[in-house]
């Protein structure tokens, strides 16, 4: 009978692990497209952002565009690694959060709102990635009782 509840507690484990880097890639995702999408409106200088004046860490729009489109790029790019499991996906999913949360501070002033909102994002897929502490391989389901 003992011998049934550590294997009940790992199956748990393993759920759980699964669970949260699923969570982790499809944020990860979702918040690369849209940090894409904010790229592109950036580049062709949209209306939709606001002009800030002494602001300390003032950059041209575009050169904003083009930082948030390559992070955006990277971000899709490592989902996709965190939907095969793989360990560096994990390593990288944390540092480009982590690029994505100073980049979104930075930009604070030219679109405020959205900035707190992929701060936020960024800050569970961490949160996510890092709970986790086991990577299992592909999301695969996990085994129901032994």
Do not use: K
Request: net charge negative; charged share 10%.
């Amino acid at each position: 009978m003992a011998a049934t509840q550590p294997a009940r507690a790992h199956t748990t484990q393993q759920a759980w692990a699964t669970g949260l880097m699923a969570f982790a890639a499809v944020m990860l995702m979702i918040a690369g497209v849209l940090d894409i999408m904010r790229g592109i409106a950036a580049i062709v200088e949209d209306d939709v952002f606001v002009s800030t004046q002494n602001y300390i860490f003032e950059f041209d729009l575009t050169g904003w565009g083009w930082i948030h489109l390559a992070l955006g790029a990277l971000a899709v790019i490592v989902s996709l690694g965190l939907f095969q499991g793989a360990t560096w996906a994990r390593v990288a999913g944390v540092a480009i959060a982590g690029l994505v949360i100073i980049a979104n501070f930075l930009s604070l002033p030219y679109y405020p709102v959205w900035s707190v909102v992929m701060i936020a994002i960024s800050g569970f897929i961490i949160w996510s990635l890092c709970v986790a502490r086991e990577s299992f391989g592909s999301f695969e389901r996990a085994p129901r009782g032994v």
